[in-house]
C-alpha cells in the first residue's frame, strides 16, 4: 500500500489529477484505479471527483502482479568502451522502469543484451545519467563504469555536456534566435504535466531558427493552413520535459505535442504521430580518458517523411550543430 499525503501545493486538486502525479501515470489509468476501488481518502473510497484538502491521507493499493514483459531489442549503438556507451533510443521506448512502466524499458534492454551498467544512485535506473521522454528519439548517454557514472554526472551537472536537439514548433518563435530563462516545476493545475512556475527549478535553453513553412488547407478540410517552425535547440539544464516546456511558454508548443498545446490539426496535416522531437547531437569529455566524444544521429523515417511533406528541409545533425557557428 502507497500511503500520500496531500501537501499544500496539492490542496484542491481533484482525487485523479493527484493520484496520476504523485504515481506518474496517465490520468485516464488513474482514474481507472480509482473507479476499481484501489484507492482511498482517509481509509474510505472516493470519487475521481473529490476535491481533495489539506492533510488528506490518500492510500493507493499495489497493483496486481503482471507478468513480466520480454526485453525488447538493444537499440544502435552508436558509440562503445568498456566506460560508457551512447545508443540511439527509438521513439516509444521508456528509459528506465518506474511507475506505470515496470518492465520493457531501455535498462531491460540493456542488461538483456549483457551490457555492464553503472550501479547508479537509484536502483531500478542503472547506468542512467540523463534520461529522454518516452517519445523523444535520439542520443543518450549511459554508463557501465561507476568511473564513467560519476564523471558523467558531474559533467552533466557543471553543463560540460552538450546536448543538441532538432524540433518543428506550431507557429514561430518571437525572435529567429533566444534564450529561455524560466524555472520549471509541477504545474499546479495538473500535476502530471510540468509549466514554468515561480518556485520551480531553474532551467536554460537556447534555440536558434533554421527553416519556416506554411502547412496550407489540406482537400477536404482535414487541416487549418498554419506555420511551422524547425529549431535547433541546445538544453543548458536538462529538467522534465523542459524544451516541451519552455517551447509552449513561447506560444510555439512542439509539433505533436498535445500536452503541451500543439495543435492537432498541422500534426495531422504533416502525418506526425508523436512529439516531433530529435536529440540529434551529444558531446562530452570522456570520463576517463578525456577524449572529445562527440556522437550525431540522423531523423528516424516518421519524422524526416513528416519535414518533407511540411515543406520544411531536411537536416543533418551536423547541421543542428553548425547552426551554433552559423
Given amino acids: 500500500m502507497n500511503r500520500f499525503e496531500v501537501t499544500s501545493d496539492e490542496e484542491g486538486s481533484r482525487l485523479d489529477v493527484f493520484v496520476a502525479g504523485r504515481l506518474g501515470v496517465p490520468r485516464s489509468r488513474a482514474a481507472a484505479r480509482i473507479d476499481a476501488g484501489e484507492v482511498r481518502v482517509g ?12 492533510g488528506d491521507a490518500v492510500e493507493v ?11 525488447p531489442p538493444l537499440p544502435p549503438v552508436r558509440y562503445r568502451d568498456e566506460h560508457l556507451l551512447v545508443v540511439a533510443k527509438p521513439a516509444g521506448l521508456v528509459v528506465h522502469p518506474g511507475a506505470g512502466h515496470p518492465d520493457g524499458t531501455l535498462v531491460d534492454a540493456l542488461v ?7 550501479p547508479g544512485s537509484e536502483g531500478h535506473r542503472p547506468g542512467i545519467v540523463h534520461r529522454l521522454d518516452r517519445d523523444t528519439s535520439g542520443l ?14 558531474a559533467a552533466l551537472s557543471a553543463r560540460r555536456v552538450t546536448r543538441r536537439y532538432l524540433a518543428v514548433v506550431a507557429g514561430v518563435p518571437p525572435e529567429a534566435r533566444g534564450r529561455i530563462e524560466a524555472p520549471i516545476g509541477r504545474d499546479p493545475k495538473d500535476r502530471t504535466r510540468f509549466a514554468v512556475v515561480a518556485d520551480g527549478k531553474p532551467a536554460t535553453t537556447r534555440y536558434r531558427t533554421l527553416a519556416t513553412a506554411e502547412i496550407a488547407d489540406r482537400p477536404g478540410g482535414a487541416s ?38 500543439a495543435p492537432a490539426a498541422l500534426s495531422r496535416a504533416i502525418g506526425l504521430h508523436r512529439p516531433f522531437l ?10 576517463v580518458t578525456g ?20 515543406g520544411l528541409p531536411v537536416p543533418a545533425p551536423e547541421e543542428v550543430v553548425a547552426a551554433w557557428d552559423a
Fill in 43 to 54: 481509509g474510505e473510497p472516493a470519487p475521481r471527483s473529490r476535491r481533495l484538502r489539506l
Fill in 61 to 71: 493499493a499495489e497493483p496486481a502482479p503482471t507478468a513480466p514483459t520480454a526485453a
Fill in 112 to 118: 538483456a543484451a549483457g551490457v555492464p551498467l553503472a
Fill in 140 to 153: 543518450l548517454l549511459v554508463a557501465s563504469s561507476p568511473e564513467a557514472f560519476a564523471g558523467l554526472t
Fill in 224 to 261: 487549418q493552413p498554419g506555420e511551422v517552425t524547425s529549431l535547433a535547440c541546445q538544453l543548458g539544464t536538462g529538467r522534465t520535459h523542459q524544451l516541451r516546456v519552455h517551447l509552449s511558454a513561447l506560444r510555439t508548443p512542439i509539433l505533436g505535442d498535445r500536452t503541451y498545446g
Fill in 278 to 287: 530529435h536529440a540529434a547531437a551529444v558531446g562530452v569529455d570522456h570520463p
Fill in 291 to 310: 577524449e572529445r566524444i562527440e556522437v550525431y544521429e540522423p531523423l528516424p523515417d516518421e519524422l524526416r517523411t513528416a519535414l518533407e511533406v511540411a
